[in-house]
């Protein structure tokens, strides 16, 4: 049995006590300044405790990890879905894909009711939830050819209960790739200089690809300096480019942007993923984490005052102005993807398990990159946290609520029981070069603030309008790499889908159906998307209120399918790991939506909602957001939709954890009836390290193979 050396215990216990006396500052605060390094300090000692144990513990004794088992990716290589690929890469590919627009814009949604509830979930949620979810989810695809979650939960929990994942989480997912293409949208619109340097992403990741593949193949540390310098050089050149005769050349309008967005999401899902998809998504990483080790430095750097309250009073009341409904259970829907997702599952189980080279790289990758985005998330929050409260209300309510000029904006915060003059109003926006920002709802610009504000402290206020548009583009690039992988994932789920019907569909490289399904998936969410540009309350924005509470139930799911197959795969005793999550999410997203649904108040019920614009209509008036009685009805269909799709999902979800529960049951009872549908063991000839740095043993595994394959060439 291994002892801990005294320096490796005295490491850890630092940490620890970093960790703990961030916690401890920020719970016993109260009426004085806290800066928001304590938050950090908490947020990365927890992360550092939990995958040095929590995340070891649970590969090596409950999943154990088979490093002499061939994954998918080594039996299975065709060089377009199927394809080992370096771990390195492969961590790149996975965050980018999983860390789309939830990290940046809930928790700063979910500041509204204070800082310290958001910081409690997304880091204690992202250790026992979120990271275990994701993790467990990629091994067991690992283990299954890389087959997706609702295909998991048709053959492991049965026809029944499958179905109704299948069904949902397909549903899901077009809801999330629409949602998170209108954001990008949103973003990109009218910004030359994020357009351009976003489609300069595109051909240094072909560069990149080819370079790895054909010119240079291994040399991983070589496209990453290269594919940085090309990266900042975009990123140089975008704002030269808005500031010249060519701004007009990508100024595109967002039907414009629809079109490419929905070509590039075609493309990039049937290309090989050497090509596009994993070195674009790798090259975006380096500006995520860059920016995020620069934010956290610049926190660390200048010690920024939290302002915002620890806990607000619209946390109790459930009345605030950026969203409605109480703590809970809307702060844990609305932070999402930052603790738990359940996006994360269907990229879990799609992209990354066809091309993980070995399976003790699943923890790193799985539970590390869940990590980081819980860190994303954090950083969110301390952005949205350190700005004027006053500030963060006039941009972040709607216009219904606070007026279109400053001085109505300044009486309404005052009326929600806080305070900023209209003349600060207008030099904070004035200081972006920014004409208003007032009612800039979303959470992006509200983040682009707090990250303007930290960096300037260290550059300069003359930077403030450059930190905040570079944000702004921060988060497009962001989001626009979630929507690449999301498509290809999509296309899985319907070839899966369909595979049951007509097998050619089973393989997943066969390229008619590899086409078809792209297209289908991306016709349906281009759809939604083109339909909610034109139209500003129609298409996307009708399905934008559910896009929370779909994400959450969709992780039920995941967990759901998790916990039956530890109890399947004779891992009875460890069932809790996903257990206790599963249950914590289905109480909190299940009420959500009963909530959605039932609520007397109009701005949580859908229903009541649709019968108060009902009612408008019959006695001829028009309520706002509506503008028009035309407005007016369609107002009334989007509720009608809400609530209808929201009461079906949450009715498809119980299915999911019952017949779940049916089949856990019906195993302990019987074990022997039970039968998984594993891929059976193939003996690895890969040899490659588990986490980022290897290890002098795995140093000393790859000098054997190198050995042994420069013996088998011939000289």
């Given amino acids: 049995m291994r ?77 377009i879905d199927y394809h080992p690929t370096d771990r390195r890469v492969l961590l790149g590919h996975h965050f980018a894909a ?10 700063v949604l979910a500041a509204q009711m204070g800082y310290l509830p958001g910081t409690i979930w997304i880091i204690v949620g992202v250790i026992f939830a979120g990271a275990v979810q994701d993790m467990v989810v990629l091994f067991f695809s690992t283990r299954r050819d890389g087959k997706s979650l609702g295909q998991m939960a048709r053959e492991e929990i049965g026809p029944f209960g499958g179905a109704a994942a299948l069904l949902a989480a397909f549903a899901i997912m077009i809801v999330l790739l629409g949602v998170l293409a209108l954001v990008v949208v949103n973003a990109l619109a009218d910004s030359p200089w994020g357009t351009f340097s976003i489609a300069m992403t595109i051909p240094i990741a072909l560069f990149m690809g080819f370079y790895l593949r054909v010119l240079r193949p291994g040399r991983v540390s070589e496209v990453s300096l290269i594919g940085i310098t090309l990266l900042l ?36 899902s049937i290309l090989p993923v050497w090509m596009l998809l994993a070195p674009r998504d790798y090259l975006s990483t380096f500006m995520k984490i860059g920016t995020i080790l620069l934010l956290a430095l610049g926190v660390v750097f200048t010690l920024p005052t939290l302002k915002m309250d620890p806990v607000t009073d619209f946390a109790s009341r459930g009345d605030g102005p950026v969203f409605a409904g109480s703590l809970f259970p809307f702060v844990f829907i609305t932070i999402a993807c930052g603790a738990l997702s359940g996006f994360h599952a269907l990229i879990s189980s799609g992209t990354t398990p066809k091309m993980v080279q070995k399976e003790t790289q699943i923890r790193m990758i799985g539970y590390g990159s869940m990590l980081m985005e819980s860190a994303v998330a954090v950083m969110a929050l301390v952005a949205a946290s350190i700005i004027d409260p006053g500030l963060y209300f006039a941009m972040n309510a709607p216009a219904g609520v606070i007026g279109d000029n400053v001085q109505a904006a300044s009486q309404a915060v005052a009326g929600l029981g806080y305070s900023i003059s209209p003349e600060d109003l207008a030099q904070a926006a004035k200081n972006v070069e920014e004409s208003s920002l007032l009612s800039r709802t979303g959470g992006a610009p509200t983040l682009a603030v707090g990250v303007s504000e930290i960096f300037s402290k260290v550059t300069g206020d003359s930077m403030k309008a450059f930190w905040y548009h570079f944000a702004i583009m921060f988060e497009a690039l962001f989001i626009l790499t979630a929507l690449d992988a999301g498509t290809r994932v999509g296309r899985f789920m319907l070839q899966d889908m369909l595979g049951n019907v007509y097998k050619p569909f089973k393989k997943v490289s ?16 281009g759809y939604f998307l083109w339909v909610g540009v034109h139209e500003p309350l129609g298409g996307i924005n009708q399905l934008f209120p559910i896009f929370g509470i779909s994400n959450q139930l969709l992780a039920a799911v995941a967990l759901a399918v998790c ?53 408008a209509i019959d006695d001829g008036k028009v309520l706002p957001p509506a503008k028009s009685m035309d407005d007016m009805h369609t107002v009334v269909t989007n509720s009608t939709v809400d609530g209808v799709l929201t009461a079906a999902l949450a009715l498809l979800i119980v299915v999911v954890i019952a017949d779940a529960a049916r089949i856990c049951v019906k195993h302990v009872r019987n074990p022997q009836s039970s039968k998984l549908s594993e891929a059976p063991y193939v003996e690895s000839k890969l040899t490659a390290p588990a986490g980022l740095v290897a290890t002098p043993e795995e140093k000393a595994e790859l000098a054997a193979a190198k050995a042994s394959d420069d013996a088998r060439v011939p000289s």
Avoid: C, H
Avoid at 21 to 46: F, I, Y
Avoid at 52 to 72: E, G, H, M
Avoid at 235 to 253: I, K, N, Q
């Fill in 563 to 615: 916990t039956t197959l530890l109890v399947k795969s004779g891992r009875l005793k460890w069932a809790w790991i996903t257990g206790i999550p599963l249950a914590w999410d289905a109480t909190v997203t299940l009420t959500a939506s009963w909530q959605k649904v039932f609520s007397d108040d109009p701005r949580v019920g859908f229903f009541k909602q649709r019968s108060i614009y009902q009612d």
């Fill in 510 to 525: 066969w390229k008619p159906g590899l086409i078809i399904t792209s297209a289908v998936v991306t016709g349906l969410w």
């Fill in 98 to 107: 999983i860390a789309g627009a939830g990290p940046l814009v809930g928790p």
């Fill in 3 to 79: 002892t801990a050396n005294p320096r490796s215990i005295v490491i850890w216990t630092l940490v620890a006590l970093v960790g703990a006396a961030g916690w401890t500052v920020l719970a016993l605060a109260r009426d004085e300044e806290v800066s928001a390094a304590w938050m950090v300090a908490a947020a990365l000692g927890s992360y550092a405790i939990a995958y040095r144990f929590y995340s070891k513990f649970i590969v090596n004794r409950v999943l154990k990890v088979d490093k002499s088992r061939a994954t998918p990716a080594e039996r299975l290589d065709n060089g």
């Fill in 233 to 268: 050089l975009a990123l140089v050149a975008g704002r030269w480019v808005a500031e010249s005769s060519l701004a007009d050349t990508f100024t595109l309008a967002p039907s414009t942007l629809v079109i490419w967005l929905v070509a590039y999401g075609f493309i990039a």
